[in-house]
């Protein structure tokens, strides 16, 4: 479906008699030449690029044949590209600069979700994220790049499949996309990494996409019936990567020689995690393994599965666990290997690290993010993802507004200061550094779509909770520039909206939809200090005060509330 049109920019003539036309902005879609001319019988080319001053990439040429009368309109109707420069030869004049026009294309997905905030910079940073995920959804699945490649990589779908279900109607569309990882698994349990295209480098955080998405869907939608029909292809997954675990270390190990079966960390700053036989990509890969075997186990008792199986999805976690800390953990400095995010990030965000040593490892992330990284990301495709989800989680907004905001590399401050408006495949340090083979428009960094919603709003919703509707502000990361976040989202329920402020002191608006509860935690030094509709909490009709809590050293007060529109309002600061 058409979403929107591209004007073009500027017009000007190569010495070689074709035309350069730049578009605004880069887009996924079509071009539309109106009253063009050219000789009786000629042909007209169209070739398309992604970068100033190359003519075509990746074959993305278009031709039209002039009829007698030497003058037609043209439409790139029988594909679509990854479109900024289109160079057109064959025309007896240049094109005007309003008969060239961009039609944006995108699958017609409803929009169910929202976002706005006081920073100008975390705006602009959500609508990239919004116009780089509907460019890449074009061909009918989320693919790496809709130029080069245009694969169904799950490594590159797990970047952006929270932030998708928040603000899209991608039930029916995820549904059918892991029925076709489902219908390609390989006799032996493996999945390809890319689907229904069987190409593509990656490894278990590519193919383990048959777990996490219909887990992820799950909690979104509480439907069970995707989480049934691709149970059986988890289950078989699982046992062919349990096929290649050693007993000895309790650890995966690759079954290929190939550096493309067993990729760690994807496009970091540093660059990639490809050898196969490295202690990195060992961590990645186990830790990752520890995750999905966690999730798998959560899927059998949701699915009612005998008790044995989970059980036995229990104790592989366990084994891995065992694994994972005797390989790669030092006890004492909570450090996984060494002090890269993505290497403290994983096992944290798998449930490897011992309880104890949690708060050890932790405290090493934070210092590597603050102090050894000055606030920037070191983190690659999958990295990024499990960094966003383990500090929305844990409730470091602050940590991820500081990473988010940085303006120089490598970082989504960065791409913006440098005009970028989707995400490239790589954080590239230099402007301009991008050469032929790097795409401008890539999935490796959607993961920061899931903070907006989940993690700044402060709206969540996860099926597997009781209630599952939550509220949070995120008032760590309120500053000077950060000082109010609106945001809904549709839930099973309904539309369910939360917008704080802490202009002239906290207030917290939020929106529980009919038939729904929802647990709502105030900043507060107790119960005394909130209101709501300007009377006493514990007055309020609908509110019940459940007592108070503590989140990473900031004072809360817990209350659950059923349907209807509430304003609370406190004294902390």
């Excluded at 970091?268 to 990752?288: C, H, I, R, V, W």
């Excluded at 209101?531 to 006493?536: K, L, R, V």
Aim: hydrophobic fraction near 40%; aromatic fraction near 10%; charged fraction near 15%.
């Amino acid at each position: 479906v058409v979403t929107s049109t591209v004007a073009a920019r500027n017009v000007s003539a190569r010495g070689d008699g074709s035309y350069v036309v730049e578009m605004e902005e880069l887009f996924t879609g079509w071009v539309e030449g109106a009253n063009l001319a050219g000789a009786p019988g000629s042909t007209v080319t169209f070739n398309v690029s992604t970068m100033e001053g190359t003519v075509e990439e990746y074959n993305m040429a278009n031709a039209y044949t002039f009829g007698a009368s030497g003058a037609g309109n043209f439409r790139m109707r029988f594909s679509y590209n990854e479109i900024q420069y289109i160079t057109i030869n064959g025309l007896s004049k240049p094109p005007a600069l309003a008969d060239v026009v961009g039609k944006r294309l995108a699958v017609d997905l409803r929009r169910t979700g929202h976002f706005e905030s006081s920073s100008s910079l975390v705006n602009k940073e959500y609508a990239i994220t919004v116009n780089n995920y509907l460019g890449l959804t074009t061909g009918g699945m989320t693919v790496d790049c809709p130029h080069r490649e245009r694969r169904g990589y799950g490594g590159d779908g797990h970047t952006s499949y929270q932030f998708a279900l928040a603000h899209f109607g991608v039930g029916a569309y995820f549904t059918k996309w892991a029925r076709d990882f489902a219908d390609v698994q390989t006799a032996d349990g493996n999945v390809p990494h890319t689907v229904p295209t069987v190409s593509g480098g990656g490894g278990p955080a590519w193919s383990g996409f048959v777990v996490t998405l219909p887990y992820e869907v799950h909690r979104a939608h509480r439907d069970t019936r995707l989480l049934a029909q691709m149970y059986p292809t988890m289950q078989r997954l699982l046992a062919f990567f349990s096929n290649h675990t050693d007993a000895t270390d309790q650890l995966l190990h690759p079954w290929t020689t190939s550096k493309w079966d067993f990729l760690g960390d994807w496009i970091m700053p540093t660059g990639s995690e490809d050898d196969p036989n490295g202690k990195a990509e060992s961590l990645f890969n186990n830790a990752y393994l520890r995750y999905i075997t966690g999730r798998a186990a959560a899927v059998a008792r949701t699915l009612g599965r005998p008790a044995a199986e989970a059980t036995a999805l229990d104790a592989s976690a366990a084994s891995l666990d065992a694994g994972i800390n005797a390989a790669y953990a030092n006890a004492t400095s909570g450090v996984y290997l060494d002090t890269k995010q993505t290497h403290l990030v994983l096992p944290l965000a798998a449930g490897a690290v011992p309880a104890a040593l949690r708060p050890t490892t932790f405290s090493e992330l934070e210092h590597t993010i603050v102090v050894r990284n000055s606030g920037h990301l070191d983190t690659g495709l999958t990295g990024t993802y499990f960094l966003t989800k383990l500090l929305v989680e844990a409730a470091r907004n602050d940590l991820l507004f500081k990473m988010n905001t940085q303006l120089d590399f490598p970082g989504y401050g960065n791409f913006v200061a440098r005009g970028f408006t989707t995400w490239p495949e790589d954080w590239v340090a230099e402007p301009g550094a991008h050469g032929k083979g790097v795409s401008k428009m890539h999935g490796c960094y959607n993961a920061v779509g899931l903070w907006f919603l989940d993690g700044l709003a402060g709206l969540t919703y996860d099926a597997s909770r009781r209630p599952p509707l939550a509220f949070r502000a995120a008032v760590e990361a309120a500053s000077a520039d950060l000082t109010w976040v609106r945001g809904e989202r549709e839930v099973p329920e309904g539309v369910a909206a939360s917008s704080w402020s802490v202009v002239g002191g906290f207030t917290h608006n939020v929106t529980v939809p009919p038939n729904a509860r929802a647990r709502v935690l105030i900043p507060a030094h107790s119960q005394g200090d909130v209101t709501e509709g300007g009377a006493p909490v514990r007055l309020a009709a609908g509110v019940v005060v459940v007592g108070p809590a503590t989140v990473n050293g900031v004072p809360y007060l817990e209350v659950e509330c059923g349907a209807g529109a509430f304003r609370f309002a406190s004294s902390w600061h």
